[in-house]
């Protein structure tokens, strides 16, 4: 029997949509995740208005603990980093998607799993170069510039 599991929120619209119409009133829905604290507050506002809506008992969760601690955590990987198939959680959030090698040994195991890219969001640039103003007549950092940093191709200030 293969277990489905989701890699993302996006998903508890789904489930939640089977779930607002009315049902038996001691079934209670239990979905836990965590990840990368970037999207937590969306999390936090969408998990609110689903268990609003909800015509049963739930408990929406979404511990806000950093990308890698997320995808530990869906994993089921121990402190040592061992994988005990034996997912933590329900869901889980990273800023990566979940490496090949550890996809495969869930796969191979006879659970499957999805990934799903579901939010973005903005990334603020701010610097402390010696010399260099903050503000008007500061540095002008534009996108060009910007991605050159990224890309490691400029390394120092001069």
Known sequence: MVALR???LSLLGVTASFLLTPAHSQTTL????????????????????????????GRLTYRAVGSGAGIQEFLGKDINGTNTLQAYNDFGSGDIPIDS?????????GIEFVQLPFVLSAVGFFHSIPGVPSGEGGLNMTACLLARVFSTDITTWV
């Open 101 to 109: 090698q550890d996809r495969q040994d869930w796969f191979d195991a």
């Open 6 to 8: 989701s890699a993302a």
């Open 30 to 57: 239990s979905l836990h995740g965590s990840g990368t604290t970037n999207p937590s507050k969306c999390f936090w506002h969408i998990m609110a208005k689903i268990e609003e809506q909800l015509k049963i008992r």
